[in-house]
């Protein structure tokens, strides 16, 4: 098969029984699923990026940028309800798409999995950093700009959300079982939140802050207007990455078969239905050009302010002067879920790829004594610090939501694949209405990836690119399915995929620069040239020194 290879799934239900103090431990049943999902969700969405997404694409309108991210996540959520319960193994759509379509498409979604939840991570932590920035401030506390923003936003170093990163990470590696209780703890905290928020806010909405509800179109694509609303589709679509990330705990649930569908359904249905909501009263009570700037990533504290009733000269007296403090008090709790669980799914599928020999194996090694992939963890605290440090929010935030998207594609890809390939394989529970649902799916998630910016799309190509070369330089020589074939089958492919990247590359350069304008910044398009030459390069090398058959 090459590098097509397809993992049994008799080998992967092997795996999912392994016991022992190598493997990860099982203490997750359905309620922590459940919990686990919407830790991820309420949060990721709600209480960062739904702020400037307002502000600079959709206006009050969010509300329909949500309904339809909704329903390309159900499509999707259906799709990986079935594979869940049909493999039911650590390593998300990762794992699935080794079982269906191959190694090298397996390897691909692995790597962009990886992106997906590091940036989530990014984009939280940045804006729990906000969040303290605002708290302490209400008490009396002031920390320096610099020390609390990237340079891009002004500063000099994020140092906020590079102490957060680190926090959680030590919370992972001390082990699930700990780290599930305290997920739950702050889930009731969060949900107790968003009702009070919803509740007390209703009576303080004003009219006249829906008006315009679709504001009109600047001229350029995705900037309000129609085109605006799905590009806040887009960009928010990554707020409902929690029932993907329920999916990478597989291994650690006493009853995957049965209890991996429910959490990702049910996770999914009670944020839908708590984002409408909140966008609805977040975008009522204050006008949505208020949420513009760096204030835009803590959109609550901006709500909050706006709860009250305004005097003779315009200025708002706030009606809970409690509640400001309570509520961002018990956000900045509430993200530390957010945090700590996309970086669980992040080491979880490294984990999934070291083990099958894709990465070293270092990163596949389970601490004894916590059960939990320790390597793995402090790899991603380091990363995902540094980012969080450097990074601003609103390119992290985009990022997330084109790796997820495209993480959504393969996966109702994957489901047309298996119901061809695998039609008597074992499955707890079926994604209804095949072809329509998946094909919806994927045409949903496509759509919106259509409307996202330029450069998040030259950022996930040479992320894309980088990823093909740790695969060529290790991952093709090292696989447990066909180890030590110098030259495997499909290689041709894997050389011509990096060639038209390489192109991708170039055009997504050329895209981008024509949309900010010639006279512009050229640092990206000069980037993604030199990706692009330095990588049709290596490919064709590639090509010409295995043009001759080797037998192995």
């Known amino acids: 098969m090459g590098l097509f290879i397809r993992k049994s799934i008799e080998v992967l239900q092997a795996e999912a029984q392994a016991s022992g103090s190598k493997t990860l431990k099982r203490v997750l049943g359905p309620i922590s699923l459940i919990a686990l999902g919407v830790g991820v969700i309420i949060g990721a969405g709600l209480f960062s990026i739904t702020g400037t997404v307002a502000s600079e694409f959709t206006g009050p309108a969010i509300t329909l940028s949500f309904i339809i991210a909704a329903i390309g996540c159900c499509f999707a959520g259906l799709c990986y309800a079935e594979f869940a319960s049909m493999i039911p193994v650590s390593g998300s759509a990762y794992t699935y798409s080794y079982a269906t379509m191959g190694e090298l498409i397996a390897w691909i979604i692995g790597w962009d999995l990886v992106l997906e939840y590091t940036v989530a991570a990014t984009t939280v932590s940045i804006s729990w950093s906000r969040y303290m920035v605002v708290f302490l401030e209400s008490i009396g506390i002031s920390l320096p700009h610099h020390l609390t923003a990237c340079p891009w936003d002004g500063g000099i170093i994020n140092i906020p959300a590079i102490l957060i990163v680190i926090m959680m990470s030590i919370i992972l590696m001390r082990g699930t079982a700990g780290s599930s209780i305290f997920n739950g703890f702050i889930v009731f905290l969060k949900i107790a939140v968003i009702l009070v928020f919803v509740v007390l806010g209703w009576k303080f909405i004003q009219a006249d802050n829906y008006i315009p509800y679709i504001p009109e179109n600047t001229g350029k694509l995705g900037e309000f207007g129609i085109s605006g609303i799905f590009r806040g589709a887009a960009i928010v679509f990554f707020a409902f990455l929690g029932f993907d990330a329920v999916s990478t705990a597989a291994q650690e649930t006493k009853n995957p078969k049965r209890d991996m569908p429910i959490g990702i359904l049910v996770s999914l249905l009670v944020c839908t239905i708590l984002y409408i909501l909140f ?8 006008n949505y050009t208020e949420f513009k700037g760096h204030v835009g990533i803590a959109p609550v504290a901006v709500a909050i302010e706006n709860m009250g009733t305004a005097d003779a000269s315009g200025i708002i007296t706030p009606a809970y002067p409690w509640l400001n403090k309570a509520i961002i008090l018990a956000i900045l709790f509430g993200y530390c879920s957010v945090i700590m669980v996309t970086l669980m799914g992040q080491s979880r599928v490294f984990l ?113 690119l980088i990823g093909l070369d740790v695969y060529a330089s290790y991952g093709i020589k090292h696989s447990k399915l066909e180890y030590g074939i110098r030259i495997r089958k499909g290689d041709m492919i894997l050389n011509i995929m990096g060639i038209s990247l390489s192109v991708l590359s170039i055009i997504t350069g050329l895209w981008h620069q024509q949309t900010v304008g010639w006279e512009a910044d050229k640092t990206l398009l000069a980037i993604s040239f030199a990706f692009a030459v330095t990588h049709c390069a290596y490919y064709m090398y590639r090509m010409w020194k295995h043009s001759k058959p080797v037998i192995s």
Do not use: Y
Not at 279 to 286: E, R
């Open 279 to 286: 966008a609805h009263v977040m975008t009522g009570v204050a």
């Open 352 to 464: 999934s790829m070291s083990h099958d020999g894709l990465l070293p194996k270092f990163f596949s090694r389970i601490n004894e004594k916590t059960r939990t992939p320790v390597h793995s963890n402090l790899l991603f605290m380091v990363v995902v610090s540094l980012l969080a440090g450097f990074v601003p929010a609103q390119v992290a935030g985009e990022m997330t939501s084109i790796g997820t998207l495209l993480a959504f594609t393969l996966v109702c890809a994957g489901i047309l694949v298996v119901r061809k390939t695998m039609p008597d394989a074992p499955r707890a529970f079926k994604t209804p209405f095949v072809p329509a649902v998946p094909i919806l799916g994927i045409l949903t998630c496509l759509c919106m990836m259509c409307f996202l910016p330029a450069d998040t799309w030259i950022r996930l190509v040479l992320w894309m």
